[in-house]
């Protein structure tokens, strides 16, 4: 059986941690949320920001959207399988 020296001891935690952590991150992926036709009013990105933090957890929705398209009401975001199920069940 062999002994782990104690210089390797760090390095094995350390390593282990990384892997739990990894493993604990969902994989955030861009979803194309499409949330109907233009508005008939100005645009504004406020309510595309309002559902991301709506559904976001612990996660501000500037770092989250990539891009609110102005032809459709609609945005681009960054969300993990769970958020974007929770985008789909919200009525906008």
Not at 2 to 21: D, E, G, N, V, Y
Not at 28 to 49: C, N, T, W
């Amino acid at each position: 059986m062999a002994i782990i020296s104690s210089s390797t001891l760090p390095i094995l935690i350390s390593f282990s941690l990384i892997i739990f952590i990894a493993g604990a991150t969902e994989e955030r992926k861009v979803y194309i949320v499409y949330m109907g036709d233009s508005p008939s009013s100005e645009y504004s990105a406020q309510p595309h920001h309002n559902l991301l933090n709506q559904v976001l957890q612990g996660l501000s929705s500037k770092k989250s959207l990539i891009h609110s398209y102005r032809s459709f009401n609609g945005l681009a975001a960054r969300l993990t399988a769970k958020e974007k199920e929770r985008i789909a069940g919200t009525h906008t």
